[in-house]
């Protein structure tokens, strides 16, 4: 009762990295709360597969359907289930990614259980709120923060009186990190059945398509970002010749993305790709607060921007006043002349 859930997405047999990412950081919540970490996790012959990949983040309960028509995901069975053993176990906290089966699955179940969601949170924490309108004082609530109005503000959203707390996260904002304290890493096999009924398997699905990625900007130590600033899409050429000195990754802005400068699957922010590499070189990025939320945490951060006053270089390490025509080739043959 009232422990903190995390919803495990798979591909195969495979666990997604959004979820391994959420569970950690529900273990932290559940530290903070004094409650166990449960997990569930729904797929075809997952049993006995899976639990290595869930089990060493730090769960307490592993709840693993299996059964023929769970996988690839639809969006009945797996609504059912968690409404059901929701229903059951009461979490007061529940976490999904906010991937394309995370934005299907969550607000189905939180429509059922009239809970509410907070979708493409940023930060998870735990605190306390007045409620002026009632005078009630609630403690131990689900801190859902997240940008909105277009990236303007940062809200912070609280559901004082509904359970669970429900909120997606998109993947790379939070870190994964393996559990080194104790955990109960009890694992139960429930019986699918009781939770879904045969009715949920009237869609099928015929075929499908994965494409693999064809960047790995989210895993790279270097990415080089462009901006409006950049000016064009040859204005993107150099900074591809410059990450290929570099090794490094090539991201984007939004603004450099709607321009048609770059493809989508570059765009770093909280509506593209969260970063977290060792050294962010930003060119010609203003620095609105939605683009800042996806490489904030970045190790170093170095901006090139000709304004002194552009929001990046408050957050940056290191500030390259200048034109990224101007200081971008100087970099490039630099790196060629001193690279091994």
Request: hydrophobic residues 40%; glycine residues 10%.
């Amino acid at each position: 009762m009232n422990n903190v859930f995390v919803y495990c997405e798979i591909e195969g047999t495979t666990v997604a990295e959004v979820s391994q990412e959420l569970l950690t950081k529900g273990r932290k919540l559940a530290n903070e709360l004094g409650v166990d970490l449960e997990a569930v996790v729904a797929g075809t012959g997952i049993k006995g597969v899976v639990e290595d990949q869930i089990l060493p983040y730090g769960v307490d309960k592993l709840y693993v359907f299996d059964a023929e028509g769970l996988f690839p995901y639809t969006s009945a069975p797996h609504t059912d289930i968690l409404v059901n053993l929701f229903k059951e176990e009461k979490p007061q906290i529940a976490l999904m990614g906010a991937t394309v089966i995370g934005r299907d699955l969550g607000p189905r179940v939180s429509s059922s259980l009239t809970s509410g969601l907070t979708a493409d949170c940023t930060q998870l924490e735990i605190g306390s709120y007045d409620d002026v309108k009632t005078g009630k004082h609630y403690d131990n609530l689900l801190y859902q923060i997240r940008p909105a109005f277009g990236g303007n503000i940062v809200a912070t959203i609280v559901n004082p009186d509904h359970r669970p707390q429900m909120a997606t996260v998109r993947s790379g904002v939070m870190q994964k990190a393996v559990y080194d304290g104790k955990a109960k890493g009890q694992v139960v096999y429930p019986d699918v059945a009781k939770y879904v009924p045969t009715t949920d398997y009237v869609v099928k699905v015929i075929d499908r398509h994965v494409e693999a990625s064809k960047n790995n900007l989210k895993g790279a130590a270097i990415v080089v970002a462009g901006g409006y600033g950049m000016g064009s899409k040859e204005g993107f050429d150099m900074l591809f010749q410059l990450a290929k000195e570099l090794h490094a990754e090539v991201g984007a802005s939004r603004a450099a993305v709607d321009a048609g400068w770059v493809d989508h699957d570059r765009q770093v922010g909280q509506t593209g790709v969260t970063v977290h590499p060792k050294v962010y070189i930003a060119c010609g990025i203003s620095g609105q607060i939605q683009h800042i939320a996806g490489m904030q945490d970045a190790g170093i951060i170095i901006s090139v921007n000709s304004d002194p006053d552009a929001p990046i270089n408050k957050i940056a390490d290191y500030v390259i006043n200048g034109t990224v025509e101007e200081v971008i080739p100087k970099l490039i043959k630099y790196y060629k002349q001193n690279s091994k």
